[in-house]
């Protein structure tokens, strides 16, 4: 698939979820919600690396706007990552600080992904580089997100509502509230 394709199709995936766990984030800690908030995390982190090592390194490459707009891009990375280490510390319930934490990333993302990537750096990678190279850079992409998200496991909001903490827990289900 064409990276640019490939990227759009990402980012609606991660706007679905980030929509879903606002709605999740403010009820009591469910299940249904730490999983979802640790899924977010590993693939927002994965799509990120992806994007980095393969897309805006060959923008730097080309030099230009294109560097101009990458070396940017990475820097919004780095800031969006920073509230990603946060909300995955965070627990879901009462106290709103999980809601607002997906609210901020929301944001970042909407800026990053939709007022930068979509609107200002693909169209300029569309008409940079020729089709046969994009399909290239959409396989890499495809293969480093999958290997990063198969390393998830360092991935894992924190303790005590950690998967493995809820896997052993006392006979939980999806929805359930925790003990
Ligand atoms: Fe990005
Ligand atoms: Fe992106």
Redesign the pocket.
Known sequence: MDIVDAIKAEHDRIEEMLEQLDDLAGNGPTLETVELAADLVARLRA??MA??DVLYQACIRRGGALRELAQR?GL??DALDAVLMRLRMLHPGGDGEMKAAVGVVRDLVSR??RDE?EALLLPKVAAGFPLAERLAMGEAFAAMEERALEARAEVHVGEPLSRATLATGPGLNDGEILP
Do not use: I, K, L, Q
């Open positions: 799509h990120a994007e980095r891009a919004e990375h990053h992904a990537e």
